[in-house]
């Protein structure tokens, strides 16, 4: 709905292009880490998962949601993408199943009205060669017909040792006015990513504590590889009614493909000698496919009633997802004694045809189907001057069955998750205290079903259920251009997910857990040439039944603090000089044990940049400037603990017309 950020009533964020490009993000995770309240949680090489208030967050494209959150194992590159939008708290009004922690929508970019071209070229620490362009121009003389595309290749290495990627990205985006009313939206992205020696993270040592001896360690080898091919399609329509009244609807076709190979350590690293054993059983080699389905349709405008304007949006989405999994067989049996974690690389491929993928009664293969669609609608009415009420609902349907497949002895299907006339309301109010500034409340609730495989005992794990409670200020500044607001909020959840120390590919359900806390920030133009992006978070973490372990600090800390500060010469001899900083601090963050913890730690990030000429400008960007050694993630005990990179540069040369 078109309404101002200080008219909704839960947290938002909003990444800007500009802002992406000062702090010279290239991936979802450089742009996550950049967002208030958000902690990244690194999975592998090629993707993060991102949390918020201590709940992973679901992720949609161009506001459809997704069929369940972050599923996809290689993440598109930033790229193809204008902005990133983040709801903080549940959101279950328009996405349906999702997460307690929010919504990160991705906003891809579309086509303009005026012919433009925008390249860039960079070098970075560990051997990261980068080039991309971004093109948009009309099509013909009426410019009803326009077209974009935003292109890249990328070869690098990692501070991690043997790894080594090479990725490609195309995106076209094709809008055609068919009328002065309508309009449709056709684009579609694809992307190959080959990885060598991918690194899913560090083993805990044999004391259970985190490893400081090297963070540039591996546990992979160079023969390891991790290939990815992703695509999407979509494809949208925008109907103009009578007055405001528009009418929209739009499909999401997402397909990816994989295909796994590499050694997981048999054993946790020796606290003493640094040393660990690895086994041809402990290959992991896996080959599958992800596809999601997405559609949504709804209307949205004002309408009049009592002398004032009220607004009002209703919809229908659906969305399923499919995934195949095949866990090939290991027909050899090699040990490896004290393989040293600076020297991993010593363990040498699998003989020749040891790896399987033909039926067998100890094989694994699953084919997991899921799908949800629903209801749903929001009145936004005004009940006297200068004070809304918005009210909220959806009805959700939700099922999910699944058979084993190759190599596993093929099974029939059998039903993992049924839910009928799920209902999910929504409440809030908004107060215009002044022009500028309001004052709002909200409720909203979620239900998060559990997709796939996720238990080490075999089926889905029950359904994740909860709701939040937040109240706080907003104000908006400089027509939009500044934007400031604080937040009180609590949230009580059950069956959270979460990582099960013990078999790191599964998963495991929390009791009953209370968070709450508050936040604030400000974003935006406080003076001419200055931006600034400042936010802080406190969490406090709750679990109700003393016998379930506290997950809580794996997900967030109690403190977080993120600043980025941002400034243009406007005059003088260096009225071409941009200057930028950024601070980041957490307090403690726990692991998979007690002994695994993660102190408070806090880095600076920095950027200088040079306008040569109105069309083309230098920058260099550093993060880490201190060099500081720490944890980004710890929750793992085989593997998912991951050192944050040491101190690295990147060079930037832009040019635009």
């Known amino acids: 709905m078109p309404v101002a950020l200080k008219d909704i009533p839960q947290s938002i964020s909003v990444l800007t292009q500009q802002r992406m490009q000062d702090s010279n993000m290239l ?27 201590g709940y992973q967050m679901t992720t949609s494209v161009d506001s459809t949601p997704g069929a369940a959150g972050t599923l996809n194992t290689a993440s598109f590159d930033l790229s193809m993408y204008d902005r990133i939008e983040v709801l903080r708290g549940s959101s279950g009004l328009l996405q349906g199943g999702g997460s307690p922690g929010g919504v990160v929508n991705q906003v891809t970019k579309k086509p303009g009205q005026d012919f433009s071209v925008n390249g860039a070229a960079t070098l970075g620490s560990f051997q990261n060669y980068r080039a991309d362009i971004d093109l948009t121009a009309p099509l013909n003389a009426s410019r009803t017909l326009r077209f974009r595309t935003a292109d890249l290749f990328q070869d690098n290495h990692y501070f991690y040792q043997y790894a080594h990627s090479r990725k490609w990205q195309a995106y076209g985006a094709l809008e055609w006015d068919i009328t002065p009313s309508t309009t449709v939206l056709v684009s579609h992205a694809a992307q190959q990513q080959d990885v060598i020696a991918p690194y899913y993270g560090l083993p805990i040592t044999t004391a259970r504590t985190l490893w400081y001896g090297s963070r540039d360690a591996n546990p992979s080898q160079t023969w390891g590889y991790s290939n990815y091919m992703t695509q999407q399609t979509i494809a949208s329509l925008t109907q103009t009614l009578r007055g405001d009244w528009k009418l929209t609807a739009r499909g999401t076709f997402y397909d990816q493909s994989y295909n796994t190979l590499y050694n997981e350590p048999w054993t946790q690293i020796d606290a003493q000698t640094g040393t660990l054993q690895y086994r041809d059983a402990g290959i992991v080699a896996m080959r599958g496919t992800s596809s999601a389905r997405s559609a949504d349709i709804y209307a949205n405008g004002s309408f009049h009633f009592l002398n004032r304007t009220h607004y009002a949006l209703f919809g229908f989405n659906y969305n399923s997802y499919n995934q195949v999994s095949r866990y090939g067989n290991t027909l050899s049996d090699a040990v490896y004694n004290s393989v040293s974690l600076n020297n991993t690389n010593i363990v040498p491929r699998p003989p020749a045809g040891s790896i399987s993928y033909q039926e067998s009664p100890d094989g694994y293969g699953t084919r997991d189907n899921a799908t949800q669609w629903g209801f749903y609608g929001q009145l936004r009415f005004e ?11 959806r009805v959700s349907r939700f099922s999910e069955r699944m058979r084993s497949i190759a190599p596993a002895p093929t099974s029939s299907w059998k039903p993992e998750a049924n839910i009928h006339g799920e209902l999910t309301p929504y409440l809030g109010t908004v107060y215009q205290i002044t022009p500028n500034i309001s004052w709002y409340a909200s409720y909203s609730s979620i239900f998060t079903p559990s997709v796939g495989v996720l238990s080490y005992h075999g089926g889905g794990l029950k359904p994740q259920r909860g709701n939040q409670v937040e109240t706080g200020f907003k104000a908006e500044y400089f027509n939009g251009r500044l934007n400031i607001s604080s937040a009180l909020f609590r949230m009580e959840n059950v069956n959270q997910p979460v990582q099960d120390p013990e078999h790191s590919q599964f998963y495991m359900t929390t009791g009953p857990i209370r968070r709450q806390g508050w936040e604030a920030q400000i974003d935006g133009t406080i003076l001419p040439n200055l931006d600034i992006s400042i936010g802080y978070t406190y969490l406090d973490t709750k679990v109700s039944n003393p016998k379930t372990s506290d997950f809580g600090g794996v997900f967030s800390p109690r403190h977080m603090f993120k600043s980025w500060i941002h400034y243009t010469v ?4 260096l009225r071409m000089l941009s200057l930028g900083v950024g601070l980041d601090a957490n307090s403690t963050l726990r692991g998979s044990y007690p ?9 600076l990030d920095g950027m200088i940049g040079y306008r040569m000429t109105p069309h083309i400008k230098l920058q260099l960007n550093a993060t880490n400037l201190t060099n500081r050694f720490y944890y980004e993630r710890a929750s793992g005990v085989w593997q998912f603990n991951f050192p944050a990179a040491p101190r690295s540069f990147m060079a930037t040369l832009r040019a635009n017309y």
Not at 385 to 392: A, E, F, P, Q, V
Not at 595 to 603: A, N, P, R, V
């Open 27 to 53: 991936t979802m995770t450089d742009a996550m880490r950049q967002i208030n309240g958000i902690r990244v949680l690194p999975g592998s090489t090629t993707n993060s998962n991102f949390y918020s208030r």
């Open 383 to 393: 009940i006297v001057k200068n004070l809304s009420l918005i009210l909220g609902g």
């Open 570 to 573: 406007p005059r003088g001899r």
């Open 595 to 603: 002994t695994t913890l993660q102190g408070g730690y806090m880095t």
